[in-house]
Every structure is written in structure tokens, then in C-alpha cells.
């Protein structure tokens, strides 16, 4: 007699919602894409059962009883869990989604949502924020060092901290140093998708990532802005070039 050989799951996922029948819905729903679920009703579950499920990605309520998602994010990056986050946003609000990749989200939903949207922007996150393949897992521009299988980046040996989204845009930043990127590039390349078309969240990310990587830095910043074209990493001998040195 055959044995049936257990498939192994896509990822392990963690389901915060405090309304039972949408986290059912999610969690039974997500089990059957072929994802290992764990569920909880609030922040505070959310927390204990991220420290002993340790997920892959959790899809996160930002409407809790008891914290708000964003809340939980900023309690889950201080404790050194890097893992992304999807927000559940009940309505369409440009702030909550602002906030949300401010503590350290990688992407949002908006309520009322489709089963199938849901799966595909896990995946499309879990696809983004995966660790990548190539030989050269540490990328050097001046004093900007990229590793990828540490997950850390450093200026002038300076730790950086920054969120599973961010670090796969510097990536793709330091992959084509002093070329320009359009946003419509960066989207491809970082989201795997595009919001719609929604540049915005491009502007977002580059103003979050701008603000680590440049700040305490003397001279030009190191990620320029060209207006209408879109956003370029400069070494430090073209950033003197530009300015007529």
C-alpha cells in the first residue's frame, strides 16, 4: 500500500484579523493555495505567535482591537523580525498606506477583497523578498556595501536598517549604478507588478530609502532624483563629475 507523501507548504503564513469569519475565510482559503497558517485575533497573540511560528510573511489587519497593525509592525521589526508584512486596510486611505510602509510594510489590500488578489500579492511579496541567487552576494558602491545573504547593508561600516522592500530596491539601485531608473522599471523590478500604475509608492520607498542611506552623509546624496525621468544611485566620482569638479 502507496503512502501519500505530506507536500511541503509554499510558506508559512500568519493571519491577523479580529473578525472571525474573514480570518477563517483567509486562513482556509490560504491552507488551500497550499500555505502552512497560523491565526490570531489581535496584536498581542499576533506577537506570541510570530515568536513561535516564526512565518515567512504575515497578512495583517491594520483594525485590531487592541493595537493597530502598525503597532504590531513597529513591535515585530524593534524585536528583529524582518519577515514582510501585508496589511488588510479597510478603506482606501493614502495615510494608512503611507504609515504602513513607514513601519517597515511591504504591501497593503483594501477591504472588500478578492480571495485571489490576496494570493497573488503574497506570493508577488514572497517572490520580491526572497534571498537571491547570484555569486555575488555583496555589492560595494564607495562606501554603500549591499550583502545579500547577511541581509544587511552599511555605510562607512555603519549598520543600516531597513525593511525586506527597501532592501530589494537599493538592490536593484546598486545593480545599475549611475543609470536611470523610471518608475515604471522600479515597480517591475521591485514589486513584480504595478499598483495600478500607482507611481506614488515608488516616490514613497526612494523618499523612506533616501532618508537611511543619505542622512549623516556629507556632500551630494548618493540617490538623486532626475525630475520626469525618474531615480539613479551615484558613485561618488560621477556625483563630482555633475557638480563641475
Request: hydrophobic share 40%.
Amino acid at each position: 500500500m502507496g503512502h501519500v507523501t505530506e507536500k511541503t507548504p509554499e510558506a508559512k503564513l500568519l493571519v491577523v484579523d479580529d473578525e472571525p469569519n474573514i480570518r477563517e475565510l483567509l486562513a482556509t482559503s490560504l491552507r488551500f493555495a497550499g500555505f502552512e497558517v497560523a491565526a490570531a485575533s489581535n496584536g498581542r497573540e499576533a506577537l506570541e505567535i510570530a515568536e513561535q511560528f516564526q512565518p515567512d510573511l504575515a497578512v495583517l489587519d491594520v483594525m485590531l482591537p487592541d493595537m493597530d497593525g502598525f503597532a504590531v509592525t513597529r513591535k515585530l521589526r524593534s524585536a528583529g523580525k524582518l519577515f514582510p508584512v501585508l496589511f488588510l486596510t479597510a478603506r482606501d486611505d493614502t495615510d494608512d498606506k503611507i504609515t504602513g510602509l513607514t513601519v517597515g510594510g511591504d504591501d497593503y489590500v483594501t477591504k472588500p477583497f478578492s480571495l485571489d488578489e490576496v494570493v497573488a500579492r503574497i506570493r508577488a511579496v514572497l517572490r520580491r523578498t526572497a534571498p537571491f541567487d547570484d555569486e555575488d552576494a555583496v555589492l560595494s558602491i564607495d562606501n554603500l556595501e549591499l550583502d545579500d545573504d547577511a541581509h544587511e547593508v552599511r555605510r562607512s561600516g555603519e549598520m543600516i536598517d531597513l525593511s525586506p522592500t527597501e532592501f530589494k530596491l537599493l538592490r536593484y539601485l546598486m545593480m545599475n549604478p549611475n543609470r536611470v531608473l523610471s518608475k515604471q522599471q522600479i515597480l517591475d523590478h521591485v514589486w513584480d507588478y504595478n499598483f495600478n500604475g500607482d507611481a506614488s509608492i515608488v516616490e514613497s520607498y526612494i523618499s523612506y530609502l533616501r532618508r537611511k542611506i543619505d542622512s549623516g552623509s556629507e556632500g551630494a546624496p548618493m540617490i538623486q532624483t532626475k525630475r520626469g525621468v525618474g531615480y539613479v544611485l551615484q558613485t561618488w566620482e560621477r556625483r563630482q563629475r555633475t557638480r563641475g569638479h
